[in-house]
């Protein structure tokens, strides 16, 4: 991000009666606008809680499972960053994991060399990629002085038996050099299936090194969890980085200025998002709906900002419907059938 603050002839937002663009960067270039951006969540918190539990202590694995758009990669990535300055001395690895057309003991080396930008990942042959493969990891782990390999898995659901397979290969290989190596894994619900099938085929290497605990990765679950995200809007984030700017403030200037704070329509907001995903309080609601109702607030509020600014229910009922969360909620539940 850009380390542009005010300038010391600017005016502040106290003082933005006379100017309403006091913003210290342009909004084209804001995180909210371009949708990149990462907030301290409730949810993602909690996972990292887990994740760094697990270790610390050097444990097996640990598998994240939940439907689409509650916000796992975004998650995954973060921890990965997280543990990177948490743990200097291990080697942390973010694989995005893709379906192989056809099962092949290939398919997992190569996606951990493509993970490293190893130059040989084009390469053929099961073996030469294996080693290639086991090669860099032990040579990363040297450079850093550790003896511990944390491989985070995204689409974890994708792979195949024959990847699993192949995986704990690797795992074994690494254990035979000294080396613990933790698995990370994000995945839908499928991966529960993909469980009970293994269990069934008694492949239970597979289950013991990674799907011996699988966890439910939740949304945001209720409204206090709402609140807190609504506060990271309003107070926890930052932009241009250094200059005080919360996201709330950069796009309603003149009404943060006033008091206003998105935190204080957390109850209503929460309300109207539990009504249109119609879930009966039975799941979590995903985080991608959240984010975009929360991003329509502030980019459709922009142009009405003043320090007398309020939001009302059709502006709240606007933004839920404007996430799409209503059709991804009837997806999630499937076709109603007729009695």
């Not at 050097?58 to 796992?72: N, Q, W």
């Amino acid at each position: 991000m850009s380390q542009i603050g005010l300038n010391s002839d600017q005016e502040s937002p106290n003082d933005a009666c006379s100017s309403f663009d006091v913003r210290p960067a342009a909004i084209d270039t804001h995180p909210v606008v371009q949708r990149e951006y990462t907030l301290p969540t409730p949810m993602m918190n909690r996972t990292y809680n887990i994740v760094r539990e697990r270790v610390w202590a050097r444990r097996t694995s640990v598998v994240f499972y939940a439907p689409p758009r509650m916000g796992k990669t975004k998650s995954a990535l973060e921890i990965q960053a997280t543990l990177i300055e948490e743990f200097p001395s291990v080697y942390t690895l973010f694989v995005s994991a893709r379906a192989s057309a056809r099962a092949s003991e290939m398919h997992m080396f190569r996606l951990l060399l493509e993970a490293s930008h190893h130059v040989l990942a084009s390469r053929s042959g099961a073996d030469l990629l294996f080693r290639n493969a086991t090669t860099d990891v032990v040579l990363q782990i040297s450079k850093r002085g550790g003896s511990q390999f944390v491989l985070i898995i995204d689409e974890a659901h994708l792979l195949s038996q024959t990847d699993l397979q192949q995986l704990v290969v690797f795992h074994n290989a690494l254990t035979a050099r000294q080396i613990k190596m933790t698995t990370i894994a994000f995945a839908q619900p499928e991966i529960l299936h993909r469980r009970t099938a293994l269990l069934t085929a008694s492949q239970l290497q597979i289950i013991a090194r990674f799907l011996s605990e699988p966890i439910a990765f939740e949304g945001c679950s209720s409204a206090t969890e709402l609140k807190d995200l609504l506060v990271a809007y309003d107070d926890l984030s930052d932009f241009p980085e250094g200059s005080n700017w919360s996201y709330t403030r950069f796009f309603l200037p003149l009404a943060y200025s006033a008091g206003f704070r998105l935190s204080r329509y957390y109850r209503r907001i929460w309300e109207e998002l539990t009504n249109v995903a119609g879930f009966g309080g039975k799941c979590a609601i995903p985080m991608e709906h959240i984010c975009l109702s929360v991003e329509f607030l502030l980019l459709a509020s922009r142009d009405q900002d003043c320090t007398s600014f309020t939001l009302s229910d059709p502006d709240i009922e606007a933004a839920v419907d404007a996430s799409n969360l209503a059709s991804f909620s009837a997806i999630l539940q499937g076709p109603k059938v007729s009695v």
